[in-house]
């Protein structure tokens, strides 16, 4: 732990000073130091431990912000310093089982001796004046997440990822937060500084979160990053969310819900000023897509569409789960988005990763710096620059033909209805030579290309028919609308993606 000294700023530098020197050091891997009621703890039991109300941290200080902490407890097997910084002094917040309400849980209050806090979660009056809402999580390895005002925990962010999916089959490495400072906010305050200190068999970090509450919950990110061992593919400002199906994959079953998901669609704002929409799967195999992207303008996961009748869940309401967008600051120079999709058969696993990965990694020693702000957000199209529609949704169905006596018939091909919409879409004269631009790759054959007015949205309605030709195959499909030579709207990517059994 940093010690108490002159009283002086404390700054990312000290911080980083810390990750530079855990890199020249071998690895200690954390132990556990969880008595066995603790560590079998089933999940039901581990929810029952709760922080009291009248033990958060800053509970008696005049400062809108306070603390909670996690309980060590099942796979939060170590514990996680975490200190408070005061007018640049460092004090450890100590661990006290006085701060817990457990649950009516039995066990010998000496099991408790020798435990910490699992992570922490700051709470705001965010929603209502005087009554402070959770905002911010901050739990296992370098995970955490952000609502705003009238938002509900989805996906999550975290700080690095390491060989997500590496196709040789190495296993992922999950980077951990093992010490926090935080600055104690005075009155008037209204955001909160967070350090975190990072550290893995292969990178070392250190980490400043700034984070501003509203309407749209903000979190500023400096990173600093040190290698410590040779990794394949490093993921910069990754997001994790789930996706189990949509329109554009279908219900499964027989469920009352038209689509249960974290988020529907990865979005990305090029370096060149393209904007991208790829649609999200739940694949039947493994599946990892890659975008070249050279010095991004921007990329997140978005929950497109906070209708309630979207999802019908009055529950878990997914359509209060919030986007996240990547915003980076600087030039992050070349390299590629990289979407990973994993095959999930239900809702409770986390089987979509999003991040950025450059082409160049540092030698070991020198610091890797990537500065970005996220935004956690329901107002998807404010992302957007205002002269750009985007996609509202993507309905997919078995292909039909209408035959002579109007009656449909199935033809073995697979539709895609593509909606636009957007101010730039509703403006446009009655007149305008609106277009789409339409590519199939080689695995498909486009068998109908039809464009209309859809005056429901004020925008437009593009209907594809494509026969695959190999099933086992991906199906990469591009679209926009364009009038003449200007593009009108983001670029729709969408795969369709290969059926190696049942579909998914």
Do not use: C
């Amino acid at each position: 732990m940093l010690g108490a000294g002159p009283a002086q700023a404390f700054s990312l530098e000290d911080v980083t000073a810390r990750a530079k020197a855990l890199v020249d050091a071998p690895y200690q891997a954390p132990v556990s130091n969880l008595p066995p009621v603790f560590s079998k703890m089933q999940f039901a039991d581990y929810l029952r431990i709760q922080p009291r109300r009248d033990k958060f941290e800053w509970h008696d200080l005049d400062t809108p912000f306070k603390l909670a902490f996690y309980h060590q407890g099942m796979h939060f097997a170590t514990p996680v310093a975490i200190n408070e910084v005061v007018d640049g002094q460092v004090h450890e917040i100590k661990y006290d089982p006085v701060r817990f309400d457990f649950g009516g849980l039995s066990f010998d209050a000496g099991a408790t001796s020798k435990l910490g806090y699992a992570g922490f979660r700051v709470l705001y009056p965010i929603n209502r004046d005087g009554v402070r809402d959770e905002i911010m999580s901050l739990l296992g390895a370098s995970y955490f997440r952000v609502i705003g005002k009238g938002q509900v925990y989805g996906l999550s962010a975290r700080g690095l990822a390491i060989d997500t999916a590496w196709k040789d089959g190495m296993s992922e490495e999950f980077p951990r937060f093992r010490e926090f400072w935080v600055e104690r906010p005075k009155p008037q305050d209204r955001h909160l500084v967070i350090y975190a200190l990072m550290d893995s068999p292969r990178a070392t970090g250190a980490y400043r979160f700034v984070l501003r509450p509203g309407e749209d919950a903000v979190l500023d990110v400096e990173s600093r990053v040190f290698l410590r061992g040779e990794i394949n593919k490093l993921g910069v400002a990754p997001l994790t969310s789930m996706f189990l199906y949509g329109p554009n994959q279908g219900v499964r079953g027989n469920n009352f819900r038209p689509a249960l998901h974290d988020s529907n669609g990865l979005a990305i704002h090029t370096g060149n000023g393209e904007w991208l929409w790829r649609p999200l799967n739940n694949p039947s195999s493994l599946s990892v897509s890659t975008f070249r992207v050279t010095s991004p303008k921007g990329f997140g996961l978005l929950q497109r569409g906070h209708e309630f009748y979207r999802y019908e869940d009055l529950v878990d309401r997914y359509d209060l789960r919030p986007s996240a967008w990547i915003e980076p600051k600087g030039d992050w120079g070349p390299g590629k988005v990289e979407l990973v999709e994993i095959p999930t058969p239900d809702e409770t696993n986390d089987n979509i990763v999003a991040f950025w990965t450059p082409d160049v990694l540092p030698p070991k020693g020198q610091p890797m710096r990537h500065d970005y702000r996220i935004h956690w957000t329901m107002n998807e199209p404010a992302l957007l620059e205002k002269e750009v529609g985007w996609v509202k949704q993507t309905l997919r169905t078995d292909g039909e033909v209408r035959q002579a006596n109007l009656i449909r018939h199935l033809d073995g091909s697979t539709a895609l209805i593509v909606d636009f919409e957007g101010p730039v879409l509703a403006k446009l004269p009655s007149n305008a030579a609106v277009g789409a631009e339409v590519s199939v790759g080689d695995n498909a054959e486009l068998l109908e290309n039809v464009l209309q007015r859809n005056p429901a949205i004020q925008g437009w309605r593009l209907t594809l028919r494509v026969k695959v030709k190999d099933p086992r195959r991906p199906v990469e499909m591009r679209a926009a609308l364009v009038e003449g030579s200007h593009v009108l709207t983001e670029t729709w990517s969408y795969q369709l993606a290969p059926r190696n059994g049942p579909n998914p």
